[in-house]
Each structure stands twice: as structure tokens, then as C-alpha cells.
């Protein structure tokens, strides 16, 4: 990633914040860079584990709630992993996830066919689509190189 693209991001997540009355902080700054940063859709305790040399004080609870409130300002988007344990990302525009069901690894692809998924009518009855994003589960070329057809999902870990 660009420094003049991260520079442009990090300006937009500033802007974005006080937009909705949040307080910029040193921390709020160090989580939203430490995404950008890992590109590998990590989960809350990844990112705190990240920061925490540069922020020894700063609890899991407070990076967690901290990701959920960028999420509810449209900054980053969560991602529901095969596992259950909830990922995030800052990749807010339209795309799809493949997700490795033994080590956990979600791939984000675009396709402009899978952008134009006709949602049913009996679906938008009553229900306001706000967008469609399509997961597809699998086994990732390296966990389907070593484990071979017969694997059982052990989940979480992404390759490096």
C-alpha cells in the first residue's frame, strides 16, 4: 500500500470521525493504522496483540468496542468468519470473500456479475437491502496441498 493512499485513507477515517463527533485519539489512530497495516481481515484480539507493544495500557475491551464504533460509522466493516469470531476490515467498497473453512484465511475478490445479485422480492418485502456481499467456503490451495479432500475445519489461523 502507497504512503500517499494510506495518507488518503487515514484523512477519510479522520474525517469520517468527526463527522460523527468522534474524538480523534492517539489510540483510536494506532487501531485504525494497525488495520491498514495487516490486510488479513483480523479479529479484535489480532489487532490488540499488534498495538499492545506501543500501547501497553490499552485493553482488549476497549480495541473491541473501539473496532465496533469505526464499524457503526461506516469506516470499516465487520466480517463473520467460519468460526464465529468476528473480523474486520477497511475495505469498504463492494466486493466477496472466499473463506478457508481449515485455517481460517478470508480472500477478498471483486466480480461485477456477483455485484449485480437480484435479490428476491418476497426479501425486500418489508426489509431495506443495504448491500449484498457473497461468501464462498472452501480449502485455500495451501491447507488443500497439505490435508488433502478429507480435512475437518480446525479454523483460525491465516497462513503467512
Known sequence: MSDDYTKNLVAGFIERCRKNGL?????????F???LKMQIHPSADMVHKSI???YPTISFD???RT????????????VESHSGVRRFETDTAPHH???????????????????????????????????????IRGICRKCAGVAGKDTVPVGGIPHE
Open 97 to 135: 470473500h472466499l473463506h478457508c473453512v481449515v485455517c481460517g484465511q478470508i480472500i477478498d475478490f471483486c466480480d461485477p456479475e456477483l455485484d449485480e445479485i437480484r435479490v428476491p422480492d418476497q426479501v425486500r418485502e418489508g426489509f431495506t437491502v443495504l448491500g449484498t456481499r457473497v461468501v
Open 67 to 78: 473496532l465496533l464504533t469505526f464499524a457503526e460509522i461506516g469506516v470499516i466493516e465487520t
Open 33 to 35: 493504522r494497525e488495520l
Open 23 to 31: 474524538k480523534i485519539t492517539p489510540q483510536r489512530l494506532a487501531i
Open 52 to 54: 499492545a507493544e506501543e
Open 62 to 64: 476497549t480495541v473491541n
